[in-house]
């Protein structure tokens, strides 16, 4: 049954930013829609996976008013993620009413508005996510290679993927690749992603892999520090420091042969929480302050109290004050033999990606 999503109303710019103890403004949310995901990454899910049952995940109409309460309160960029977010069905009804709040009038106040995605039914919704608003897309891919491709996602066809982002660039959207890092896997593709993305005009950027949720592969042994993957790049790429920022944790660097941006998102070796500015919104509606830390806040349990069904705009705006008020310094994140276990029980894509 199709969902109707609250129209957009008139509303005041933010007057009161959401701050952290650390004198830090949140401006980023990263909302998952689902956990579903028709791939099974070794890294990010076990084989057998239990999925939420759909009662437990927020509406849209829900997913709408906690994402306005953030705009309102000066969160000018909204990624979507999963699990897979393609799949959450009216997914294109939520990005085009998140859409509606993008530009600079009064009642507006988005600056950007994007999407995480693993590409396997981008074909179909490439155009109908220009139409939202949207102007560049993240695609997690870990090889070029379709039996590797298969072995890494346990069940995924890549040229199903190559289909996507080929529908991606024919729509006009801005693709940036994905990769994670992982020793004995892809990492002798570090130079052929370099080559493939910069043919497509495609940017790159690659991961470390984190401890979030049991898996059946070993971490440690998975684990490879991206000094290491820039170190083999610098050796046949010319790689200068770049001053371009997306508002994520991500610092980039200009390839001159290829005139694109390479990143590196490195969690482990060195992280990025002195400047974090985001949080996570899970698909049942838990926001988590931190990636590597269990703090949270109960939203979905805001949106559907009594004071909740009567205000949500001013229940969700107590709730913020009080839950970024809690957002914690940085996360503990280590891989060793000795902390070979995920640092928190959560997958990522419960978390949202």
């Not at 008139?10 to 650390?22: G, K, Y």
């Not at 897309?137 to 289909?163: A, M, P, W, Y």
Request: net charge neutral; aromatic share 4%.
């Amino acid at each position: 049954m199709t969902q109707t999503l609250p129209s957009p109303v008139a509303r005041t710019p933010a007057r009161r930013p959401l701050i952290d103890p650390f004198g830090r403004a949140v401006t980023y949310l990263r909302i998952s829609v689902t956990d579903r995901c028709d791939l099974r990454c070794r890294y990010c899910m076990a084989e057998d996976m239990t999925f939420l049952p759909r009662k437990d995940l927020l509406s849209l109409e829900e997913l709408t008013h906690v994402a306005n309460a953030f705009i309102d309160r000066g969160v000018t960029k909204i990624r979507i993620t999963g699990g897979e977010p393609l799949h959450r069905r009216g997914i294109i009804s939520l990005m085009d009413t998140l859409g509606s709040r993008m530009g600079p009038a009064p009642d507006q106040g988005l600056e950007e508005l994007t999407l995480t995605t693993n590409a396997t039914r981008l074909d179909e919704f490439a155009q109908d996510l220009v139409g939202a608003g949207v102007r560049r897309v993240n695609v997690s891919l870990d090889t070029l290679r379709s039996d590797r491709f298969h072995h890494i996602t346990r069940r995924g066809d890549l040229s199903k993927v190559i289909r996507g982002l080929d529908a991606a660039k024919a729509a006009g959207l801005r693709v940036k690749i994905n990769t994670v890092a992982l020793r004995g896997v892809n990492d002798d593709e570090v130079d052929e992603l370099m080559a493939w993305c910069g043919e497509r005009g495609f940017d790159l950027t690659f991961i470390e892999t984190m401890p979030l949720g049991a898996v059946d592969d070993d971490r440690v042994d998975r684990y490879m520090p991206l000094t290491e993957v820039r170190d083999r790049l610098a050796r046949h790429w010319t790689l200068t420091d770049s001053a371009h920022r997306t508002g994520g944790p991500a610092r980039y660097m200009d390839c001159a042969q290829t005139g694109t941006r390479l990143g590196f998102i490195t969690p482990l070796s060195h992280n990025f929480c002195e400047g974090c500015n985001r949080v996570r919104l899970t698909c049942t509606g838990t926001l988590y302050l931190c990636l590597g830390q269990d703090d949270s806040a109960d939203l979905r349990a805001v949106l559907r109290s009594p004071e909740g069904r009567a205000n949500p705009k001013a229940a969700l705006d107590e709730a913020l004050d009080e839950a970024i008020g809690r957002k914690p310094e940085g996360h503990d994140f280590i891989i060793d033999r000795e902390h070979a276990g995920p640092a928190v029980a959560r997958h990522m894509s419960t978390t949202g990606g």
